[in-house]
């Protein structure tokens, strides 16, 4: 079982930045593909990023390639989504999720463990 924590989101304006982190529970970290998911209103929950487990490759969805980073520290537990750059499209629920294995997961139903979420808001 695998608890995941994030953080980091707040309100901000177009053009800015946020940091997300999410922390997971227990000891076997390292062995889950981490990524991240976004959900606006109305809207279903759509892939962001993910990154594989040993930091090693990671991929994002067309909408936030050069803005967004991805990346993990597996001594600390943590995944982390640095967003640059933010839009009021980018406006939305921010959840980790993880996924043991060690391909690319970009579809909801293939993440085994899910945050509760963070809300990022960025306005124009």
């Known amino acids: 079982q695998v608890q995941l924590v994030e953080s980091g989101g707040g309100l901000v304006q177009a053009g800015g930045s946020l940091r997300l982190s999410c922390v997971a529970s227990?000891?076997?970290?390292?062995?889950?593909?981490m990524g991240w998911f976004r959900q606006a209103p109305g809207k279903e929950r759509e892939f962001v990023a993910t990154?594989?487990?040993?930091?090693?490759?990671?991929y994002y969805t067309d909408s936030v390639k050069g803005r967004f980073t991805i990346s993990r520290d597996n001594a600390k537990n943590t995944v982390y989504l640095q967003m640059n750059s933010l839009k009021p499209e980018d406006t939305a629920v921010y959840y980790c999720?993880?996924?043991?294995?060690?391909?690319?997961?970009?579809?909801?139903?293939?993440?085994?463990?899910w945050g509760q979420g963070t809300q990022v808001t960025v306005s124009s």
């Open positions: 999720a993880a996924k043991a294995g060690n391909h690319y997961y970009i579809v909801v139903r293939h993440y085994d463990y």
């Open positions: 990154i594989r487990r040993n930091d090693d490759m990671t």
């Open positions: 227990g000891r076997t970290f390292s062995r889950y593909v």
